[in-house]
């Protein structure tokens, strides 16, 4: 069965450091594997997507994401945390269909200056 | 380029009342999908329409809960009657072509905020 785990429902950093927030799937077929962003007050937006291309996916605002089949990962990081990516961050995974996604649970970011 | 657009943005109704949300999907896009965040948990799928047919519905939590989308073109998800447990943030989402390598991406809309008292 296809599911997504977040560890770590909130994430703390300030601005300047290391941004990682780690997502592990389980999938009976070779998944597709998202990250979305949402901010305050608004929609889920993409961030970065894999879909068995280059395990190093790089996305918007500088994040990035690397497929390890193996460790059944795909960590979402960013080398510089800014105050404007304070945010839920979601990954998500398709589904055995292929028709839709399933989420976790969602990690909250905070930056904090 | 409108994006996916919810109505209403936040509904309070009490128990036993009907509400029905409404969702416009990107023009051109045939796939629909209504998802449901419960507080606290995660984001969950409920249906997939592939223009007017329902492709998917298996997420639905049961038959309180019917969505329709007339034509091909908008949705509803109809609610009726309310119970203290549908309280949550159901958003919709479209696509083009999912989950292809080169359209692969759901646009979601900012959801629509129901709290049932």
């Known amino acids: 069965a296809q599911s997504v785990t977040q560890l770590g429902s909130h994430v703390s950093v300030s601005e300047g450091a290391l941004v990682l927030l780690r997502c592990n799937y389980s999938s009976s077929v070779p998944p597709y594997l998202f990250w979305y962003v949402q901010y305050p007050n608004q929609g889920l937006q993409l961030l970065l997507k894999y879909t068995s291309a280059a395990t190093l996916v790089k996305g918007i605002n500088g994040f990035e994401a690397e497929f390890k089949k193996s460790e059944t990962s795909f960590h979402l990081t960013k080398p510089s945390a800014h105050m404007s990516d304070a945010a839920e961050y979601f990954c998500a995974v398709t589904n055995q269909a292929g028709t839709a996604l399933i989420f976790g649970k969602g990690t909250t970011l905070s930056v904090s200056s | 380029e409108a994006g996916v657009t919810q109505f209403p943005s936040h509904s309070v109704i009490e128990k036993g009342q009907t509400v029905t949300l409404r969702c416009d999907p990107i023009?051109?896009?045939?796939?629909l999908y209504w998802y449901r965040r419960v507080m606290g948990k995660e984001i969950k799928f409920l249906l997939h329409?592939?223009?007017?047919?329902?492709?998917?519905e298996s997420g639905m939590p049961n038959n309180r809960f019917l969505a329709e989308r007339t034509g091909g073109t908008y949705s509803t998800l109809k609610v009726q009657p309310a119970e203290l447990e549908d309280s949550g943030v159901y958003f919709c989402?479209?696509?083009?072509?999912?989950?292809?390598?080169?359209?692969?991406?759901?646009?979601f809309g900012e959801g629509s905020r129901l709290t049932v008292l």
């Open positions: 989402a479209s696509s083009q072509d999912f989950p292809s390598v080169n359209t692969g991406e759901l646009f």
């Open positions: 023009s051109g896009h045939d796939n």
């Open positions: 329409f592939v223009k007017e047919s329902k492709q998917d």
